[in-house]
Nanobody, 118 residues
Framework: VQLQASGGGLVQEGGSLRLSCAASGSFGSANVMGWYRQPPGKQRELVATITRGGITNYAGSVRGRFTISRDNAKNTVYLQMNSLKPEDTAVYYC?????????????WGQGTQVTVSS
């Protein structure tokens, strides 16, 4: 089982990026999926999460600028990031609870770099 994230890159302040993260391998279903980020020199922090039913939760710093969504048929979670700011610069990690071996287990993706220039 693995999570493969993509879509990071370099963008100017005010620009947009869309991150994707697909779960693959042998598992039953995906429960909560989400995105976290780790800015340079700081701890990893929550960005947004989404339940299988579509209930979302956002960090205050991104609410209104970022939108999390998912495609349950593809076991994929997305993060649309608009109005990007330099302080959004970080390595972004996807996270998911996947059903495997009779219970939900938590998995992390490999991280994708997002750099916002001023």
């Amino acid at each position: 089982v693995q999570l493969q994230a993509s879509g990071g890159g370099l963008v100017q302040e005010g620009g947009s990026l869309r991150l994707s993260c697909a779960a693959s391998g042998s598992f039953g279903s995906a429960n909560v999926m989400g995105w976290y980020r780790q800015p340079p020199g700081k701890q990893r922090e929550l960005v947004a999460t989404i339940t299988r039913g579509g209930i979302t939760n956002y960090a205050g710093s991104v609410r209104g600028r970022f939108t999390i969504s998912r495609d349950n048929a593809k076991n994929t979670v997305y993060l649309q990031m608009n109005s990007l700011k330099p302080e959004d610069t970080a390595v972004y990690y996807c996270n998911a609870d996947l059903y495997s071996n009779y219970r939900y287990r938590n998995y992390w993706g490999q991280g994708t770099q997002v750099t916002v220039s001023s």
